[in-house]
Each structure stands twice: as structure tokens, then as C-alpha cells.
């Protein structure tokens, strides 16, 4: 029975020693790890909106005037306008013809009028300058002049009727057709332009943003179909009023397209800096550990691991900005840190 007693002490010790050997063991193995130098940087504050851009200039433009359609040459081109070209203000791109209208308008009438009553005014304002006509006289020559003049003015603006022309550059993105020659009639919509230069989008905003969002905040524009290419804009129109159903309120973006990337009716996403702060402690967010008490990171001190608790602010594109608990220059541990813990020896494997 002593025996007994005696072996199973010694099975205790035996095992006991073993623990302790294997304890030893473990405190002594050292975790391979990565660190990286903590430094200030700069960080923003981005809200995220998404929806669909349209031209800033858009037209439709209809026929004034009855009469035979004639599609105009493309002088660029040497060939009929399509769709696709590009236009400038002024190019007259449909004509109009009706010789009973362009012959009750009169517009050599109204031009050899103009040019009558203007030497006649002349005339009367050197003889009333010499005594020989009355300043009565005077008068009824300028007044005939000025309805000769509006006359002229009323025969080139039905004569413009005649003509479809662009009112600004941009690109013709419908031309319905027509053969030419046949008789159209008013108002039926023969042209529209777009310019691509400047584009719009309308935001619905949440009513949380509405102390950080004001005019002219910058905007980065992006459309999935081309997520490489990132297109700048700025909110320039804002309302003052929150809708009561949806808790939310409009902005418009305005967004630089010169090179065309952007088409009207693409949707995009907007990415609207609402705040932004520079020099400041800012970590990959990965890097954070969420403990009972709130979030930590390990730190790199000589050999061992060091459990740090960190208070942060803004968080944008995989960044956190820390605004307590570390300090610039200390050795953040980036990798090998998720079986870590306090005190734990580590290897730094690129120092």
C-alpha cells in the first residue's frame, strides 16, 4: 500500500514537471511577425451616393415653320449630318423651304425699305441742321426709319424660322429621318443635342449629412462599367427643405466630363468628401482587434507583443484614424498579430 502511495506521487511530479517543461516551452516559442512604423497621414470623411448623371445642356428641337426638309452637309464631315457629330453653336443643320412663305415675308422689300428711310432720315436731319425743314419733320424721318428698321428685324427672324440651328456645342444624339424634300409639318422634332462637357446628377441625401454637406464640397465620380476611370465634380445646388417622408434632401452635383468618359444616363457612383483632417495617426483598419472592453492593436516592444487599447475617428478606404493610443514611430504589428496576446515573445521578421 506505501508502494501505492509512492508511485502515484511520483506520477504527479512526473506529470507536473512535464507541464512546466512544456509551459517553459511555449513561453519560449517566438511568433514570426511583420511591423510597420506608425505614421501621420491624411484621411476624409466620404459619403456615398449613387445614381444616374444627365447633360447640363440638352435640346430638342423642333421644326418652326411648314415646308421641305433638307438634312444640311456636315461641312467637317463633306457629308450629311448623322448622329454622333459633333456640332457648334450656329451650324445650321435643317432647312426649311416654302416660297409662298419666304415671299410674304419679303425680305428684299423689307431690306430696300430700311435703306430708303435711312437716307431719307439723313436728308432731314441736314436740311433741319441748315433751317430748311422743321424739327416735325425731323421727327417723322427717325420715326420711319426706326419701324423700317423693326420691320427688317421681324422679315430675318421668320426667315430664321426656316432654319434649324444649334444653340450650343455638343453632339447630335437624334436625328429622326426624313427624305429630303418632303413637306413637314410645325412643330414636328427633327433634332437633338447634347453637350458632354458638364454633367448632373441629383443626390438624395440623408438628413444626418446635413451639417457636414455644404456647397461646393469636392465629389469623386465613378461609373462600374469604367471603375478605373475617377471624373471630379462638386456639389453646387443644395436645398434648404428636408422632405418629411423620406428624411432626406436634394443636391446637385456638377461633374467635369471633358473628355467625354461619362454619357447621359450612366449610372455612377459619388463619393462626396465631407470632411477631412491631415497629420494624424492613421492604421489599416484590418489591423484592429475588438476586445471586451473596446478595440486594441498589437504593438512591437523589443521581443515581446504589447496589447494596446485605441480610441478612433474617421474611417475611409480600408483606413482608421487613431486618436488615442498610439504615437508616430512606434512599431505597429501588421502581421501574425491574430494569435498574439499580451506580452506574447515575437520574431520581427522585417526590421
Not at 299 to 328: F, Y
Request: aromatic share 6%; glycine share 6%.
Amino acid at each position: 500500500m506505501f508502494k501505492k502511495y509512492i508511485s502515484i506521487a511520483l506520477l504527479t511530479l512526473s506529470l507536473a514537471a512535464c507541464k512546466n517543461q512544456q509551459n517553459r516551452f511555449s513561453a519560449d516559442i517566438a511568433i514570426p511577425v511583420t511591423i510597420q512604423e506608425v505614421k501621420l497621414g491624411n484621411i476624409q470623411e466620404v459619403f456615398t451616393a449613387t445614381g444616374t448623371i444627365v447633360s447640363e445642356y440638352e435640346s430638342t428641337l423642333s421644326s418652326q415653320a411648314s415646308g421641305e426638309y433638307y438634312l444640311q452637309t456636315n461641312p467637317r464631315t463633306g457629308k450629311k449630318y448623322k448622329m454622333g457629330d459633333q456640332v457648334k453653336t450656329g451650324d445650321i443643320i435643317i432647312k426649311i423651304e416654302d416660297r409662298e412663305y419666304e415671299n410674304n415675308v419679303n425680305i428684299n422689300g423689307a431690306k430696300i425699305d430700311l435703306d430708303i428711310s435711312k437716307m431719307e432720315y439723313e436728308k432731314q436731319t441736314a436740311l433741319y441742321e441748315k433751317g430748311g425743314v422743321t424739327l416735325r419733320e425731323k421727327v417723322n424721318g427717325e420715326k420711319q426709319w426706326v419701324s423700317a428698321q423693326k420691320n427688317h428685324e421681324n422679315a430675318l427672324l421668320q426667315l430664321a424660322k426656316m432654319r434649324v440651328t444649334v444653340p450650343f456645342d455638343g453632339v447630335i444624339t437624334d436625328l429622326p429621318h426624313f427624305s429630303q424634300g418632303v413637306k413637314i409639318e410645325q412643330n414636328k422634332e427633327v433634332l437633338q443635342v447634347m453637350s458632354y462637357k458638364e454633367m448632373v446628377m441629383d443626390l438624395m441625401l440623408p438628413e444626418s449629412q446635413i451639417t457636414k454637406i455644404s456647397l461646393n464640397q469636392k465629389a469623386w465620380i465613378t461609373n462600374y462599367a469604367i471603375p478605373d476611370d475617377t471624373l471630379a465634380g462638386k456639389l453646387n445646388q443644395m436645398s434648404p427643405a428636408i422632405d418629411i417622408e423620406s428624411r432626406t434632401f436634394k443636391g446637385r452635383l456638377a461633374i467635369d466630363n471633358q473628355e467625354a468618359k461619362l454619357r447621359p444616363g450612366m449610372f455612377v457612383k459619388a463619393d462626396i468628401i465631407v470632411d477631412k483632417k491631415d497629420s494624424v495617426v492613421v492604421i489599416p483598419k484590418d489591423v484592429i482587434l475588438v476586445r471586451s472592453y473596446g478595440k486594441a492593436v498589437m504593438v512591437a516592444r523589443d521581443q515581446t507583443a504589447q496589447e494596446r487599447k485605441i480610441s478612433t475617428g474617421m474611417e475611409n478606404n480600408g483606413m482608421v484614424e487613431v486618436t488615442e493610443g498610439l504615437e508616430p514611430e512606434e512599431r505597429l504589428i501588421i502581421k501574425g498579430f491574430e494569435t498574439l496576446k499580451d506580452r506574447s515573445k515575437i520574431k520581427v521578421l522585417n526590421k
